[in-house]
């Protein structure tokens, strides 16, 4: 869950006096006294802690909407299944819900689609990656949710050893393969690469789909049958196992990894180098966080790509939106508008008065580039522009959380020694019959 998420404990930002319509919202407290559901998780985590403030009562929203927000405080591990119960059921318990991107084509139908709202308000979707927008839309091309809390993938890495060793930060897997090996040949007892193997969550997919689209290959073609065990596949899975196995520049205990054992690599100083989601910058930036040689030696960039193919890394995203029976549609609407609207994401994302509390997450692009957020986070924000502009997400299928299993399953059969070509192919099985009983061929 803090891998989707990043968690800490939050205050509210310190917050000027603004209209309603600043935000977009309507004039005149047309909806006062309303009282609004959300379904969501993890008030820990630092934007969704100071949103929950910003919006609850005493806070800027209900001062100038007159509505109060209740976010309910779900456990994660709880909460699909939560809100799949409210969406088929008919529940009229909660108005918005938000969501986890994999989880989306469960969920679409029992949500309100947002054109006709986002044409009148003039939201301007430009300004969010493709990645974000495509998990917010459904088959029929309508979209059901407005992109509030996303997460590119960086590669993280030891600033003082690459400057030591002259080394060029990597742009390729290739080129981290060969870079991880120097820094293990020059600097005995530090790992090149930290990484994730381990069945947790489907974190052990995030950098093999990196390597599986970039050099051209897919999970599921357009007709939703497998082909993550073709010859771009294969080739993909190959590098993927042999930094673990063949070429030992991954931790051997990386195959029961998931990100908080992965990540801890980089904390404690024993790795250089890590791809994982962005808000792990605060943790790598916090002086109670990180081991004393680590303070002020992390640096990043955009995940790497594929040598002589592309730059395609999973960018993760939660969508928010309307339950199609929800009591205060009209009311949810100008919530999603203020949760979502860029100066009051550019706001969250800059409180940093309290290092604990920092959360650099924002999910357009003009707040990514933003020089008060990039100043209070260290550039990430702009790195993760970089990242964003060619990233896809996960395949939008209803079947994806069965998919998922096979797959990191598998993924951790090869880690521990399986034939590479074999494992993919008896995987592929496995998601073909999952497909063809989800309906999407015979």
């Known amino acids: 869950m803090a891998g989707v998420l990043g968690l800490g404990t939050l205050g509210t930002p310190s917050v000027q006096a603004q209209s309603a319509s600043s935000y977009g ?34 806070g800027e929203f209900q001062k100038l909407t007159g509505i109060t927000v209740q976010w309910e405080n779900t456990p994660y591990g709880a909460l699909q299944q939560k809100e799949l119960v409210e969406a088929t059921t008919g529940g009229t318990t909660y108005d918005v819900v938000a969501w986890v991107d994999a989880w989306g084509e469960a969920l679409k139908p029992y949500l ?20 974000y927008l495509q998990a917010s ?50 600097k005995p007892g530090m790992v090149g690469l930290s990484a994730m193997y381990g069945v947790s969550a489907g974190q052990n ?34 590098l993927y196992i042999d930094m673990l196995r063949k070429n030992k520049i991954v931790p051997a205990a990386a195959t029961t990894f998931g990100e ?24 790598f930036s916090d002086p109670k966080a990180v081991a004393p040689g680590v303070l002020n030696n992390v640096g990043f960039a955009p995940a790497p790509g594929w040598a002589g ?13 309307i339950f199609k029976n929800a009591k205060n549609p009209d009311a949810a609407w100008e919530f999603i508008k203020y949760v979502t609207n860029t100066n009051v994401q550019k706001k969250v994302a800059a409180n940093r008065s309290v290092p604990a509390e920092a959360d650099n997450t924002i999910v357009t692009f003009s707040g990514m580039n933003d020089p008060k957020v990039n100043a209070a986070n260290g550039g990430i924000p702009k790195v993760g522009a970089q990242a964003l502009r060619t990233a896809r997400t996960l395949p939008q299928v209803r079947s994806w959380a069965e998919i998922q299993s096979v797959l990191e399953v598998g993924i951790n059969k090869m880690a521990n020694g399986a034939d590479v070509k074999a494992t993919l192919d008896s995987m592929a099985r496995d998601v073909d019959a999952i497909q063809k009983r989800a309906g999407y061929y015979q």
């Not at 986002?118 to 300004?127: E, G, M, R, S």
């Open 112 to 131: 309100l689609p947002l054109n006709s709202r986002i044409k009148a308000d003039k939201i301007n979707l430009k300004d969010y990656p493709n990645a």
């Open 205 to 238: 997919l995030f950098s093999w789909v990196s390597m599986l689209w970039g050099n051209g290959g897919d999970i599921l073609d357009k007709t939703g049958r497998p082909v993550f065990n073709n010859e771009k596949g294969v080739q993909a899975t190959q």
């Open 260 to 283: 908080t054992e992965s990540s801890n690599q980089i904390l404690q100083g024993k790795a250089a180098m890590w791809v994982g989601w962005w808000w792990y910058w605060s943790q």
């Open 25 to 58: 919202l309507k004039p005149g407290k047309p909806y006062n006294g309303t009282r609004l559901k959300f379904l969501i998780c993890c008030l820990a985590a630092g934007q969704f802690a100071q949103l929950s403030k910003l919006t609850g009562e005493g």
């Open 309 to 321: 193919g592309t730059t395609q890394n999973y960018a993760l995203v939660w969508p928010v939106g």
């Open 137 to 186: 839309t459904d088959s029929k091309g309508n979209i059901i949710g407005i992109p509030f809390r996303g997460h590119p993938l960086v590669l993280f890495y030891r600033k003082d050893v690459f400057k030591d060793l002259r080394l060029p930060v990597p742009r390729t897997w290739q080129q981290v393969v060969n870079t991880a090996q120097i820094i293990q040949q020059r």
